[in-house]
């Protein structure tokens, strides 16, 4: 007797890819607001409220747009009278640390399968993770970054791409992000996926893959 659709079998993992900022490393832009409200006539709140994922901070992460003019932009944006490497400092100051339960979770998965990382992030804040957390940057065979590829999450096209370049059908790709409309991207390609919004997400996922 034939299968129907909902007995066929789904295609084995044979690759992980984990976003960074929520997942890998601790981020919290709190951190950002306020040290750019030490240079600006803006009360906290107004530069809470000012400051949104625009044109111009998605152009920045695809790479369209350069370092010096997105913080002039924000400059204007959020009336910041510092210097650029002022507004610079704040921008970085968004990481907070590495989230070592889940580094500890990848580094064990890794002798396992083949582990990536796909991050929407702008060149300066490339700069500043890659330094910073050299210890989460060695836990993955190839790190995607949306300004190098021209593509950021959620869009489709941009889960195509990396599963392109690892090699793989999407079904065979296990994603973890920590924003909800990056996943349902992921899932509207073929990827499974989940959302992270604590370790213990990722171990129960590794769980159910890796041999005990």
């Given amino acids: 007797m034939p299968m129907s659709d909902k007995e066929v079998h789904p295609s084995p993992t044979r690759a992980l890819?984990?976003?960074?900022g929520g997942v890998l490393i601790d981020i919290d832009f709190e951190r950002v607001f306020e040290a750019w409200a030490r240079h600006s006539v803006l009360r906290l709140q107004e530069i809470r409220q000012r400051f949104m994922a625009d044109t111009a901070y998605e152009r920045h992460e695809r790479g369209e747009m350069d370092g010096t003019s997105y913080l002039?932009?924000?400059?204007?944006?959020?009336?910041?009278?510092?210097?650029e490497r002022a507004v610079r400092?704040?921008?970085?100051?968004?990481?907070?640390?590495?989230?070592?339960?889940t580094v500890a979770l990848v580094r064990t998965a890794r002798q396992g399968l083949p582990c990536f990382a796909?991050?929407?992030?702008?060149?300066?804040?490339?700069?500043?993770?890659?330094?910073?957390?050299?210890?989460?940057?060695?836990l993955f065979d190839e790190i995607f970054v949306s300004s190098e590829l021209g593509l950021r999450k959620p869009e489709r096209r941009s889960f195509a791409a990396v599963a392109q370049r690892i090699g793989l059908e999407p079904?065979?790709?296990?994603?973890?992000?920590?924003?909800?409309?990056?996943?349902?991207?992921?899932?509207?390609?073929?990827?499974?996926?989940?959302?992270v919004?604590?370790?213990?997400?990722?171990r129960r996922a590794l769980d159910d893959i890796l041999p005990g």
């Avoid at 890819?17 to 960074?20: A, E």
């Fill in 17 to 20: 890819l984990f976003d960074l």
């Fill in 72 to 83: 002039s932009h924000l400059r204007a944006l959020l009336e910041i009278h510092a210097p």
């Fill in 89 to 101: 400092d704040g921008w970085n100051s968004v990481f907070v640390g590495e989230i070592s339960d």
């Fill in 118 to 138: 796909f991050t929407n992030t702008n060149r300066i804040h490339q700069q500043a993770w890659s330094a910073a957390y050299p210890d989460v940057v060695t």
């Fill in 171 to 195: 079904a065979e790709i296990l994603f973890f992000d920590d924003m909800r409309q990056n996943v349902e991207g992921a899932r509207s390609l073929g990827m499974r996926a989940v959302q």
């Fill in 197 to 202: 919004t604590q370790p213990e997400d990722v």
